[in-house]
T-cell receptor, first 114, second 113 residues
Framework: AAGVIQSPRHLIKEKRETATLKCYPIPRHDTVYWYQQGPGQDPQFLISFYEKMQSDKGSIPDRFSAQQFSDYHSELNMSSLELGDSALYFC?????????????FGPGTRLTVL | AQSVAQPEDQVNVAEGNPLTVKCTYSVSGNPYLFWYVQYPNRGLQFLLKYITGDNLVKGSYGFEAEFNKSQTSFHLKKPSALVSDSALYFCALRGGATNKLIFGTGTLLAVQP
Protein backbone atom coordinates (compact mmCIF):
# COMPACT_ATOMS: atom_id res chain seq x y z
CA ALA A 1 0.00 0.00 0.00
CA ALA A 2 1.16 3.51 -0.75
CA GLY A 3 2.51 5.46 2.19
CA VAL A 4 3.27 9.06 2.99
CA ILE A 5 6.34 10.28 1.14
CA GLN A 6 8.65 12.90 2.54
CA SER A 7 11.60 14.56 0.89
CA PRO A 8 14.37 15.03 1.48
CA ARG A 9 15.03 12.36 4.08
CA HIS A 10 18.06 14.19 5.42
CA LEU A 11 18.96 17.85 5.25
CA ILE A 12 21.93 19.75 6.60
CA LYS A 13 21.78 23.54 6.76
CA GLU A 14 23.74 26.36 8.30
CA LYS A 15 22.28 28.81 10.81
CA ARG A 16 20.18 31.54 9.22
CA GLU A 17 19.64 29.52 6.06
CA THR A 18 16.25 28.43 4.74
CA ALA A 19 14.87 24.93 4.22
CA THR A 20 11.87 23.47 2.43
CA LEU A 21 10.43 20.11 3.40
CA LYS A 22 7.98 18.33 1.16
CA CYS A 23 5.21 15.87 1.95
CA TYR A 24 3.15 13.75 -0.42
CA PRO A 25 0.11 12.24 1.33
CA ILE A 26 -1.38 8.83 0.75
CA PRO A 27 -3.58 8.95 -2.39
CA ARG A 28 -7.12 10.21 -1.67
CA HIS A 29 -6.07 11.65 1.68
CA ASP A 30 -7.03 15.31 1.85
CA THR A 31 -5.64 16.22 5.27
CA VAL A 32 -1.99 16.75 6.08
CA TYR A 33 -0.30 17.34 9.43
CA TRP A 34 3.23 18.42 10.35
CA TYR A 35 4.97 17.39 13.57
CA GLN A 36 8.41 18.14 14.99
CA GLN A 37 10.26 15.59 17.12
CA GLY A 38 13.34 16.84 18.95
CA PRO A 39 16.02 14.42 20.15
CA GLY A 40 14.58 12.12 22.80
CA GLN A 41 11.25 13.91 22.75
CA ASP A 42 7.70 13.14 21.72
CA PRO A 43 6.34 14.59 18.47
CA GLN A 44 4.89 18.08 18.76
CA PHE A 45 2.13 19.27 16.44
CA LEU A 46 3.02 22.20 14.19
CA ILE A 47 0.22 22.75 11.70
CA SER A 48 -2.42 20.96 9.63
CA PHE A 49 -4.32 21.46 6.39
CA TYR A 50 -7.67 20.17 5.21
CA GLU A 51 -8.66 20.61 1.58
CA LYS A 52 -5.83 23.08 1.06
CA MET A 53 -6.91 25.33 3.93
CA GLN A 54 -5.12 25.61 7.26
CA SER A 55 -7.25 23.71 9.76
CA ASP A 56 -5.25 23.86 12.98
CA LYS A 57 -2.11 25.48 14.28
CA GLY A 58 0.17 24.40 17.07
CA SER A 59 3.53 25.53 18.33
CA ILE A 60 4.88 26.58 14.95
CA PRO A 61 7.43 29.43 15.03
CA ASP A 62 6.66 32.53 13.01
CA ARG A 63 9.79 31.75 10.97
CA PHE A 64 8.01 28.68 9.60
CA SER A 65 5.22 28.65 7.08
CA ALA A 66 3.41 25.88 5.29
CA GLN A 67 0.83 25.31 2.64
CA GLN A 68 -1.07 22.57 0.89
CA PHE A 69 -1.25 22.58 -2.87
CA SER A 70 -3.98 21.61 -5.33
CA ASP A 71 -2.58 18.08 -5.62
CA TYR A 72 -2.72 17.85 -1.78
CA HIS A 73 1.01 17.73 -1.28
CA SER A 74 2.32 20.06 1.38
CA GLU A 75 5.50 22.03 1.94
CA LEU A 76 6.96 23.32 5.19
CA ASN A 77 9.16 26.35 4.68
CA MET A 78 11.62 27.21 7.41
CA SER A 79 13.61 30.45 7.41
CA SER A 80 16.35 31.94 9.58
CA LEU A 81 17.18 28.48 10.84
CA GLU A 82 18.43 28.13 14.39
CA LEU A 83 20.39 25.34 16.05
CA GLY A 84 17.27 24.44 18.01
CA ASP A 85 15.41 23.65 14.79
CA SER A 86 17.47 20.48 14.45
CA ALA A 87 14.89 17.73 14.71
CA LEU A 88 12.97 15.04 12.91
CA TYR A 89 10.04 16.52 11.00
CA PHE A 90 7.13 14.21 10.33
CA CYS A 91 4.30 14.63 7.94
CA UNK A 92 1.12 12.61 8.41
CA UNK A 93 -2.01 12.30 6.33
CA UNK A 94 -5.57 11.15 6.92
CA UNK A 95 -8.62 10.58 4.75
CA UNK A 96 -10.37 13.58 6.25
CA UNK A 97 -10.11 15.84 9.28
CA UNK A 98 -12.68 13.91 11.34
CA UNK A 99 -11.35 13.17 14.80
CA UNK A 100 -11.64 9.41 14.40
CA UNK A 101 -9.56 9.22 11.25
CA UNK A 102 -6.16 7.66 11.63
CA UNK A 103 -3.11 9.77 10.89
CA UNK A 104 -0.50 7.83 8.92
CA PHE A 105 3.03 9.08 9.27
CA GLY A 106 5.81 9.39 6.76
CA PRO A 107 9.41 8.36 7.46
CA GLY A 108 10.37 11.89 8.44
CA THR A 109 12.97 14.43 7.37
CA ARG A 110 15.95 14.73 9.66
CA LEU A 111 17.06 18.36 9.69
CA THR A 112 20.44 19.22 11.11
CA VAL A 113 21.31 22.89 11.58
CA LEU A 114 25.02 23.62 12.02
CA ALA B 1 -6.35 20.77 29.30
CA GLN B 2 -5.80 17.60 27.34
CA SER B 3 -2.83 15.44 28.17
CA VAL B 4 -1.40 11.97 27.89
CA ALA B 5 0.88 10.30 30.40
CA GLN B 6 3.09 7.28 29.94
CA PRO B 7 4.41 6.65 33.44
CA GLU B 8 7.17 4.24 32.45
CA ASP B 9 10.20 5.39 30.48
CA GLN B 10 11.19 1.78 29.88
CA VAL B 11 9.58 -1.63 30.15
CA ASN B 12 11.68 -4.77 30.18
CA VAL B 13 10.14 -8.14 29.43
CA ALA B 14 11.42 -11.57 28.50
CA GLU B 15 10.54 -13.01 25.12
CA GLY B 16 7.39 -15.10 25.31
CA ASN B 17 6.06 -13.28 28.35
CA PRO B 18 3.05 -10.94 28.24
CA LEU B 19 3.74 -7.24 28.00
CA THR B 20 1.86 -4.13 29.09
CA VAL B 21 2.71 -0.54 28.23
CA LYS B 22 0.71 1.93 30.27
CA CYS B 23 -1.08 5.08 29.16
CA THR B 24 -3.44 7.42 30.98
CA TYR B 25 -5.17 10.45 29.57
CA SER B 26 -7.04 13.58 30.51
CA VAL B 27 -9.59 15.17 28.19
CA SER B 28 -12.88 16.99 28.33
CA GLY B 29 -15.34 15.21 26.10
CA ASN B 30 -14.88 11.94 24.28
CA PRO B 31 -11.34 10.63 23.97
CA TYR B 32 -9.95 9.29 20.72
CA LEU B 33 -6.88 7.27 21.59
CA PHE B 34 -4.11 5.85 19.45
CA TRP B 35 -0.98 3.76 19.83
CA TYR B 36 2.02 4.18 17.54
CA VAL B 37 5.36 2.40 17.46
CA GLN B 38 8.65 3.95 16.38
CA TYR B 39 11.69 1.92 15.41
CA PRO B 40 15.12 3.65 15.40
CA ASN B 41 15.43 6.26 12.67
CA ARG B 42 11.99 5.38 11.35
CA GLY B 43 8.60 7.01 11.23
CA LEU B 44 5.66 6.33 13.49
CA GLN B 45 3.68 3.22 12.63
CA PHE B 46 0.01 3.05 13.58
CA LEU B 47 -0.89 0.08 15.78
CA LEU B 48 -4.49 0.58 16.88
CA LYS B 49 -7.07 3.10 18.00
CA TYR B 50 -10.10 3.49 20.22
CA ILE B 51 -12.94 5.63 18.91
CA THR B 52 -16.07 4.08 20.36
CA GLY B 53 -17.56 0.66 21.00
CA ASP B 54 -15.76 -2.32 22.52
CA ASN B 55 -13.30 -1.42 25.21
CA LEU B 56 -10.86 -4.06 23.96
CA VAL B 57 -9.30 -3.01 20.69
CA LYS B 58 -7.24 -5.33 18.54
CA GLY B 59 -4.52 -4.01 16.29
CA SER B 60 -1.49 -4.88 14.21
CA TYR B 61 1.20 -7.45 15.04
CA GLY B 62 -0.87 -9.12 17.79
CA PHE B 63 -1.19 -5.99 19.93
CA GLU B 64 -4.35 -5.01 21.70
CA ALA B 65 -5.36 -2.25 24.07
CA GLU B 66 -7.99 -1.90 26.74
CA PHE B 67 -9.90 1.34 27.13
CA ASN B 68 -11.00 2.02 30.71
CA LYS B 69 -13.08 5.14 31.07
CA SER B 70 -13.29 5.11 34.87
CA GLN B 71 -9.50 4.85 35.19
CA THR B 72 -8.89 7.07 32.13
CA SER B 73 -6.44 4.52 30.83
CA PHE B 74 -5.62 2.91 27.50
CA HIS B 75 -2.93 0.31 28.18
CA LEU B 76 -1.25 -1.54 25.32
CA LYS B 77 -0.89 -5.29 25.70
CA LYS B 78 0.43 -8.35 23.93
CA PRO B 79 0.09 -11.91 25.19
CA SER B 80 3.55 -13.04 24.09
CA ALA B 81 6.39 -10.61 23.45
CA LEU B 82 8.88 -10.96 20.60
CA VAL B 83 12.41 -9.57 20.48
CA SER B 84 11.34 -7.71 17.33
CA ASP B 85 8.75 -5.81 19.40
CA SER B 86 11.60 -3.86 20.99
CA ALA B 87 10.94 -0.24 20.03
CA LEU B 88 9.60 3.08 21.30
CA TYR B 89 5.84 3.15 21.87
CA PHE B 90 3.76 6.31 21.91
CA CYS B 91 0.24 6.74 23.17
CA ALA B 92 -1.62 9.66 21.58
CA LEU B 93 -4.86 11.50 22.20
CA ARG B 94 -7.06 13.40 19.84
CA GLY B 95 -9.90 15.16 21.56
CA GLY B 96 -12.12 18.17 21.58
CA ALA B 97 -12.35 20.40 18.57
CA THR B 98 -8.73 20.06 17.58
CA ASN B 99 -7.49 17.54 15.06
CA LYS B 100 -3.93 17.38 16.33
CA LEU B 101 -2.49 14.39 18.14
CA ILE B 102 -1.13 14.95 21.64
CA PHE B 103 1.56 12.39 22.38
CA GLY B 104 2.81 10.89 25.59
CA THR B 105 6.52 10.94 26.28
CA GLY B 106 6.98 7.43 24.95
CA THR B 107 7.92 4.11 26.53
CA LEU B 108 10.91 2.14 25.39
CA LEU B 109 10.08 -1.54 25.26
CA ALA B 110 13.02 -3.90 25.55
CA VAL B 111 12.34 -7.58 24.98
CA GLN B 112 15.17 -9.85 26.08
CA PRO B 113 15.72 -13.19 24.30
Amino acid sequence: AAGVIQSPRHLIKEKRETATLKCYPIPRHDTVYWYQQGPGQDPQFLISFYEKMQSDKGSIPDRFSAQQFSDYHSELNMSSLELGDSALYFCASSRSDRVGDTQYFGPGTRLTVL
Amino acid sequence: AQSVAQPEDQVNVAEGNPLTVKCTYSVSGNPYLFWYVQYPNRGLQFLLKYITGDNLVKGSYGFEAEFNKSQTSFHLKKPSALVSDSALYFCALRGGATNKLIFGTGTLLAVQP
